[in-house]
């Protein structure tokens, strides 16, 4: 392969290089599962909040039944306490406690049967946001491995195209390969163009015929654009 057919099979390297070190860097994909991970966050967030949610109402299940038990044993307590039934204070005394005690019941019977409705509305919540961030997981997961996928292979890509262009860039004379090298930054990676007719194929500027005469009678295979000063490969010479 001649200096100039490298030059240009060097740049197609460069160009596809770029592209895929872009592709690679800016992957839609992983914005993508950034933004779904900041979701997960919230979901699990919300997630201990209806699990706490849940738990107090599970303690105070649990309170109002100690409360009643409680309140039975000084119910039969109070109904084994020895009274005179000559003492009508006694007798009256015995009387409000045990209607006390079954306003009591009454209460938590009460109260147990809204904190029940409620702690069911509870379990159905946390039933429902377990379900969605167990769907919201598995789709996370596939994701991921996509992605990790699509990654790998355009990693892949770049290591072998970087491999390709240090065994091309090392059969450049190195006065050449320098001068790409500059000329590939300045220019953004289209360092080096070809000519058809008098028109080169990257800055369109058509040369004019003496310009054409130089670059006929200099014989060189790589010189550069009388306008834009690239590297120019004449057709002539291309391999």
């Known amino acids: 392969m001649s200096a100039g057919a490298t030059l240009l099979k060097l740049q197609q390297i460069d160009l596809e290089l770029a592209r895929n070190k872009s592709e690679l860097a800016n992957m839609p994909e992983l914005k993508e599962l950034a933004s779904k991970r900041k979701t997960y966050v919230k979901l699990k967030s919300e997630m ?15 309170d109002l039944n100690t409360t009643e038990i409680q ?14 039934g000559s003492d009508y204070r006694e007798v009256q005394d015995l009387e409000n406690e045990l209607a006390t005690l079954a306003k009591r019941l ?3 019977e009460h109260t147990r049967k809204d904190v029940v409705v409620a702690h069911k509305e509870a379990l159905d919540r946390e039933a429902r946001a377990q379900a ?16 990790r996928a699509k990654a790998a292979d355009l990693q892949a890509q770049i290591d072998a195209a970087t491999k390709e262009r240090t065994a ?3 059969t450049l004379p190195t006065d050449v390969l320098t001068d790409y090298e500059r000329l590939l930054k300045q220019f953004r990676g289209l360092a080096v163009e070809t000519i058809k007719g008098n028109i080169p194929t990257v800055c369109h500027t058509a040369l004019q015929a003496s310009s054409m005469s130089d670059l006929n009678h200099d014989g060189s295979e790589i010189t ?6 690239r590297l120019l490969v004449l057709p002539s010479k291309e391999a």
């Open 224 to 229: 550069h654009c009388p306008y834009c000063h």
């Open 168 to 170: 091309l860039a090392a």
């Open 71 to 84: 309140t039975n044993n000084a119910i039969e307590a109070a109904k084994k306490r020895h009274v005179d």
């Open 106 to 108: 009454d209460k938590i």
């Open 132 to 147: 969605i961030i167990a769907k919201f997981e598995e789709g996370v997961k596939a994701d991921t491995k996509a992605a």
């Open 48 to 62: 201990t909040k209806l699990y706490a949610q849940r738990k107090d109402l599970d303690i105070e299940l649990d």
